[in-house]
T-cell receptor
Framework: AQSVTQLDSQVPVFEEAPVELRCNYSSSVSVYLFWYVQYPNQGLQLLLKYLSGSTLVKGINGFEAEFNKSQTSFHLRKPSVHISDTAEYFCAVSVTGGFKTIFGAGTRLFVKA | ETGVTQTPRHLVMGMTNKKSLKCEQHLGHNAMYWYKQSAKKPLELMFVYNFKEQTENNSVPSRFSPECPNSSHLFLHLHTLQPEDSALYLC???????????????FGPGTRLTVL
C-alpha cells in the first residue's frame, strides 16, 4: 500500500520569499506523484505531476518539484511567492493501472505582505 | 458550464433526512469520483466509477449510496447520516486512459454538508 506524509501542516512566509513544501511517500512499487492546490471555496487543481523521465518537474504559477527516489520525496518549491499563492497544497501518489490516488493531509501556505 | 459542477454548494440536514448531492462533468471524461474532505485529514476516496461501472468502494457506510447513470453525471444519495459525516464532499473526473494512475483529476468546488 502507498502512503503520503506532508511534513508541515502550515507554512507562513513573507511575500517574495522562497518556499519549500515537503512531501514524502511510501510505496513498494513505482509511483506517480502529483501536487494539487486548493484555493478557498474551490476544488483542487493540478499544479504538476511526475510520471517518468526528468526528476525536475515544472508546473503552473512558477512552481516546480523534484522527485528523489532514494529519499522517497517530492518537495514543491517556488523561488518567490505572491499573496495569491495563499492556499492549501496537497501531495498525492498513485500507481500503474489504479484509480486510487492517495492524498496527503495538506499544507496550508500563508503568504504575508 | 465548463469543468466539473456540484450542487448544492451547501447543505444542512437532520439525521433522519434523505438528500442527494449532484455532480456533472463537461469534460468528456469517463471516470468519476467522490471524495470526503474533513479538516486536518487527507482526502478520503469514497467511490470511483469508470464508464458507469463502480470500480472502487472504499469501505463506505451504506448510508452513502452512489449512482452513476452516465459518464457525465454522478450522484451521492444520503440517508440517516451522523454528525461526524459533516464535511466537504468533492466530486472529480478523469479521462480514464490506458494507465489510469497517470491521469489528472479535475475537481468540482464541493458541497459543504452539515449534519445536525
Amino acid at each position: 500500500a502507498q502512503s503520503v506524509t506532508q511534513l508541515d501542516s502550515q507554512v507562513p512566509v513573507f511575500e517574495e520569499a522562497p518556499v519549500e513544501l515537503r512531501c514524502n511517500y511510501s510505496s513498494s512499487v513505482s509511483v506517480y506523484l502529483f501536487w494539487y492546490v486548493q484555493y478557498p471555496n474551490q476544488g483542487l487543481q493540478l499544479l504538476l505531476k511526475y510520471l517518468s523521465g526528468s526528476t525536475l518537474v515544472k508546473g503552473i504559477n512558477g512552481f516546480e518539484a523534484e522527485f528523489n527516489k532514494s529519499q522517497t520525496s517530492f518537495h514543491l518549491r517556488k523561488p518567490s511567492v505572491h499573496i495569491s499563492d495563499t492556499a492549501e497544497y496537497f501531495c498525492a501518489v498513485s500507481v500503474t493501472g489504479g484509480f486510487k490516488t492517495i492524498f496527503g493531509a495538506g499544507t496550508r501556505l500563508f503568504v504575508k505582505a | 458550464e465548463t469543468g466539473v459542477t456540484q450542487t448544492p454548494r451547501h447543505l444542512v440536514m437532520g439525521m433522519t433526512n434523505k438528500k442527494s448531492l449532484k455532480c456533472e462533468q463537461h469534460l468528456g471524461h469517463n471516470a468519476m469520483y467522490w471524495y470526503k474532505q474533513s479538516a486536518k485529514k487527507p482526502l478520503e476516496l469514497m467511490f470511483v466509477y469508470n464508464f458507469k461501472e463502480q470500480t472502487e468502494n472504499n469501505s463506505v457506510p451504506s448510508r452513502f449510496s452512489p449512482e452513476c447513470p452516465n459518464s457525465s453525471h454522478l450522484f451521492l444519495h444520503l440517508h440517516t447520516l451522523q454528525p461526524e459525516d459533516s464535511a466537504l464532499y468533492l466530486c472529480a473526473s478523469s479521462q480514464a486512459t490506458d494507465n489510469e494512475g497517470t491521469d489528472t483529476q479535475y475537481f468540482g468546488p464541493g458541497t459543504r454538508l452539515t449534519v445536525l
